[in-house]
Every structure is written in C-alpha cells, then in structure tokens.
C-alpha cells in the first residue's frame, strides 16, 4: 500500500515570501506520478503541479515548483512570492497502478499567506 | 458547461436511511473516483471504475454501494447511512489513469 506523509499541518508566511511544503511518500511501484493539490475555502481541489517519477527533471508551473527527491522519496512544493490567494490546504498525492487505482493523498498542509 | 457535476451539493439524513450522491461527467473520461474527505485524514479512496461496468474497491469501501452503467454517471450509494459517514464527498475523473484527475465541487453529507 502506498503512504503520504505531510509533516507541517499548518504553515504561515508573509506575502511576498517564499514556502516550502514538504511532502514524503512510500510506493513499491516503478511507474508513478505526485501531485500537489490546492483546496481554497471554496472547497474545489485544484491541480498545481503535477510529476512524472521516471522524469529526473522537477516540474514548474509559474510561481510553483517542486523538488522531488526519487531516491529519498521526498516530493516538496516550493511557493515563490506567495500571494493572499495561495491560502489554502495543500495536498500531496501519488498515484498507483500508473494512476488507474486512484491517489493517495496526505493529511494536508494548511498554508496562510498573511499581508 | 462542460465538466464534472456532483449533486447534491449538501445533504442531511438521518441513520440507517438509504442516499445516493451523484456524480457526472461530460468529457467522456474512462476513469471515475469516489473519494471522501474527513478532517485529520485528507482524501481516501472510496471506489473507483475504469470503464462502465467495471468497478473496484479502494481503500475505504464499507458501507459504500457504486455502479457504471454508463460512461459519464457514477453514483455511490450509502445502503444504511451511519454517522461515520458524516463526510465531504468528491467525485474525479480523468481520461487516462497517468493524467491529473479533476474533481467534482464535492458533497458534505451530514448524517443525523
């Protein structure tokens, strides 16, 4: 069975600063993908980044990035100038049967932006 | 609009009560999934299908009834509702299982 593990329940920054929220996870299969979600107030879970596990190189959307560490099995998401709107539950997920089972999430960062 | 509708969006029964939660989707995806979200747990399995007619169980399927007859529904039904299922409920789907999943604007069930 697949595991995530979240470590910081809650985190909080200043506008304009950069967070990182760390994510591991335990998986016997080869062929995988991690995902980082957000889930604002309005409750909607948004994709942010999503990785390929065979690809070495990290994946970037804009202001997000992640450092994924394949040997350590670690999965962070890196939030550049962070913005009022990033407040949110972040959460880290991976995929099994090549993402035909389903995801398994973590328990979730819950990330405040303060002005 | 295009997308994936879970109705309803809020729902209050009581124990031992039979509720069906829908869910659809307009993309003609292959891959459905029911998850529910429990404070302190994040988002588990509860059943999900890769085509119609073809369901499996997750992590947390007890108490859960789903079917697929067609492509773009896929109902979870709750036979006898208990308090533990007081949850949020969302449904996603994707086209191929390597592909980001997209969820539905979810459930919250409350159970009395």
């Known amino acids: 069975a697949q595991t995530v593990t979240q470590s910081q329940p809650e985190m909080s920054v200043q506008e304009a600063e950069t967070v990182t929220l760390s994510c591991t996870y335990d998986?016997?299969?080869?062929?995988?993908?991690l995902f980082w979600y957000k889930q604002p107030p309005s409750r909607q879970m948004i994709l942010v980044i999503r990785q390929e596990a065979y690809k070495q190189q990290n994946a970037t959307e804009n202001r997000f990035s992640v450092n994924f560490q394949k040997a350590a099995k670690s999965f962070s998401l890196k939030i550049s100038d962070s913005q009022l709107g990033d407040t949110a539950m972040y959460f880290c997920a991976s995929s099994s049967g090549g993402g035909a089972d389903g995801l398994t999430f973590g328990k979730g960062t819950h990330l405040i932006i303060q002005p | 609009d295009a997308g994936i509708t879970q109705s309803p969006r809020y729902k209050i029964t009581e124990t031992g009560r039979q509720v069906t939660l829908m869910c659809h989707q307009t993309w003609s995806h292959s891959y459905m999934f029911w998850y529910r979200q429990d404070l302190g747990h994040g988002l588990r399995l509860i059943y999900y299908s890769a085509a119609a007619d073809i369901t499996d169980k997750g992590e947390v399927p007890d108490g859960y009834v789903v079917s697929r007859s067609k492509t773009e529904n896929f109902p979870l039904t709750l036979e006898s509702a208990t308090r533990s299922q007081t949850s949020v409920y969302f449904c996603?789907?994707?086209?191929?299982?390597?592909?980001?999943?997209?969820f539905g604007d979810g459930t919250r069930l409350s159970i009395l």
């Open positions: 996603a789907s994707t086209r191929r299982g390597n592909q980001p999943q997209h």
């Open positions: 998986t016997s299969e080869n062929n995988y993908y």
